[in-house]
């Protein structure tokens, strides 16, 4: 049996309504912008020099999940040249790691006004939010907010970040500091942290004083 002009109508609409869901969803996965700002004092070409990542955190220290995360931070510096040894005694470098997320604020957007009257995307929060308020001046680049002209309404937004300090372990000298932070829709630091040291390492290790902005990909094409 041959299908009526209706139903072979109807079996187009389908297929373009799904098509359109598609296309949805794809605008949806819109990648965050990563503000990262890099400072450094004598910090040595790498040339094999001994590196150690510690925890910035003394809390920190020891545990799995931060493991996990001082492996990406060892891996892009022996990429660039430095040698990672397990004894932070013996290393030439102490490379001090800290990461965390806040736990998110309602991003509403009324249409004509822009802005929300509870969070502006403009103004830097807390540092990480679970270790208390923002200082205001350490994290606040005025941020990009990649769902500002997309027309929705209400949604959750998180800052995450990430700090890496570098000093000489003989004499505890101060050779590099670097912040690397976001807004994203996404809490999980398991997705946030490897893009966000993935950033703080692009063009590592940048122009001291200078604050650049990186796109990091969408969480589901990661």
């Known amino acids: 049996m041959q299908p009526s002009n209706q139903t ?23 990648p965050f912008k990563a503000d990262v700002s890099r400072f450094q004092s004598q910090l ?5 020099q001994t590196f150690a990542v ?26 660039q040249g430095y040698t990672p040894i397990a004894n932070p005694e013996e290393a030439q470098l102490l490379v001090r790691f800290d990461y965390g997320v806040d736990s998110g604020r309602e991003r509403i957007r009324s249409s004509g006004t822009g802005y929300s009257s509870y969070w502006s995307p403009w103004h830097g929060y807390g540092r990480f939010g ?16 990649p769902w500002f002209d997309g027309g929705v309404d209400s949604y959750t937004v ?53 604050t650049v902005r990186i796109t990091v990909a969408p969480e589901d094409k990661k």
């Open 8 to 30: 072979s109508r109807l079996g187009r609409l389908r297929i373009a309504a799904a098509a359109a869901l598609l296309l949805t969803l794809a605008a949806c996965a819109t």
């Open 158 to 210: 998180y800052t995450s970040g990430v700090d890496m300090k570098i000093d000489r372990r003989a004499d505890g000298v101060r050779l590099f500091e670097g912040k690397a932070e976001a807004v994203s829709r996404s809490n999980k630091l398991q997705y946030l942290v490897p893009n966000l040291v993935e950033a703080m390492f692009t063009g590592f290790p940048g122009n001291s004083g200078e």
């Open 130 to 145: 679970y270790w208390g308020p923002y200082r205001r001046g350490l994290w606040s680049y005025g941020w990009y907010d």
């Open 54 to 79: 510690v925890a910035d955190d003394p809390h920190m220290a020891g545990g799995i999940e931060f493991g996990q995360y001082a492996e990406l931070v060892s891996q892009q510096l022996a990429a």
């Open 44 to 48: 040595p070409s790498p040339s094999g």
